[in-house]
């Protein structure tokens, strides 16, 4: 299939989006509010907010394309895209685990190897490592899927999406923000929602759309979600749940994106720099935890150093992903490891 440009910018800005994640995090989640401080907390716990659609995009841009009954996809390639997740699981997050262990004191020995990769079998590596769990088990269900989308009319999908959104969103959001616990039968795990959400949205007729009004809205619901957190963590020193944990927010922070970069992004030309951070998106994913990790436990380079949080999120997050792209770039270029980044 022909590249679709529009799918090029959104891994760019995904790709970002990850990098500015872990970066606002990086504090707010070994440190509570007292010791962090409330403004800083507020700003670093807010700034989350606008980026944590990242992931969801990523799983919609895969289902755009997996489920497209254009593309070829049959079960030889989903065991090739299995073992690849497979090996990357292995070779990264087993490499991760393994360093976490010898930080931790254990000794370099053939145990440490063992160890390291019986972590990494229960899921205990890296945090971002989740994400190749989840592509895995998504890529395992995709032909039936595919065979859902090709005998569903465009009615019929809408009916199933509008379920999955209904049980996997709006009643988890209505749980959090009334208190309450509301059974709910109508829920599949919510990233296949999203998988099956980027295919649908790739088809669509989205022409009686104003151009800038997914911009727009993208803007509205993101400032939301940081206004309210930014303010609850200011007046009560706790996050906003609902802001924090509202699913039905990132759905539509994902959905307006991504309708954006269809309307406006498609027709625009990718130059070979934009052209090659795509390409190295999934490595840039994967590596840029060891310079975060470089720069919080061992330099103690934080966003806390600059006269702003926002500031040093900004700069610390621009270096992680220069230095991030310049790695995958260089891994790209290597037989082998280049066949599964």
């Not at 803007?219 to 020193?237: G, T």
């Not at 090659?276 to 999934?282: A, P, Y």
């Amino acid at each position: 299939m022909k590249k679709i440009v529009y799918y090029e910018y959104l891994r760019i800005i995904a790709t970002v989006a990850v990098v500015i994640i872990h970066v606002s995090m990086c504090l707010p989640n070994n440190y509570s509010i007292s010791k962090l401080g409330i403004h800083n907390s507020a700003v670093m716990n807010s700034t989350y907010l606008l980026v944590n659609w990242a992931v969801p995009v990523f799983i919609m841009i895969t289902g755009a394309l997996l489920l497209n009954p254009q593309k070829n996809v049959n079960y030889k390639k989903i065991f090739h895209y299995v073992m690849r997740m497979t090996i990357v699981l292995f070779f990264f997050g087993g490499g991760y685990s393994i360093i976490e262990l010898f930080i931790k004191g254990h000794k370099i020995n053939y145990d440490l190897l063992f160890d390291g990769l019986l972590n990494t079998i229960q899921g205990n590596s890296w945090s971002h490592m989740w994400y190749i769990y989840m592509l895995i088990g998504l890529y395992l269900i995709t032909i039936p899927l595919r065979q859902v989308v090709k005998y569903s009319s465009k009615k019929h999908l809408e009916i199933l999406l509008f379920i999955l959104v209904i049980g996997n969103f709006v009643i988890q959001t209505i749980n959090i923000s009334l208190s309450l616990e509301l059974e709910n039968y109508m829920q599949w795990s919510h990233y296949i929602t999203y998988f099956l959400m980027g295919y649908y949205l790739s088809i669509i007729s989205i022409d009686k759309i104003p151009k800038m009004a997914s911009g727009i809205f993208f803007i509205i619901i993101s400032f939301i979600r940081f206004f309210l957190d930014y303010f609850w963590i200011s007046n009560f020193a706790e996050i906003s749940d609902l802001a924090q944990n509202g699913r039905i927010f990132v759905l539509m922070q994902a959905v307006s994106i991504f309708i954006f970069a269809r309307q406006n992004l498609n027709l625009l030309k990718i130059n070979f720099v934009l052209s090659n951070i795509s390409r190295c998106s999934f490595a840039i994913y994967l590596i840029h935890p060891i310079w975060g990790n470089l720069f919080f436990k061992m330099l103690n380079f934080t966003p806390l150093l600059f006269p702003s949080p926002l500031i040093g999120i900004i700069i610390i997050s621009l270096i992680i992903f220069c230095l991030s792209w310049i790695l995958s770039y260089l891994m790209i270029k290597i037989p082998y490891i280049n066949k599964i980044v």
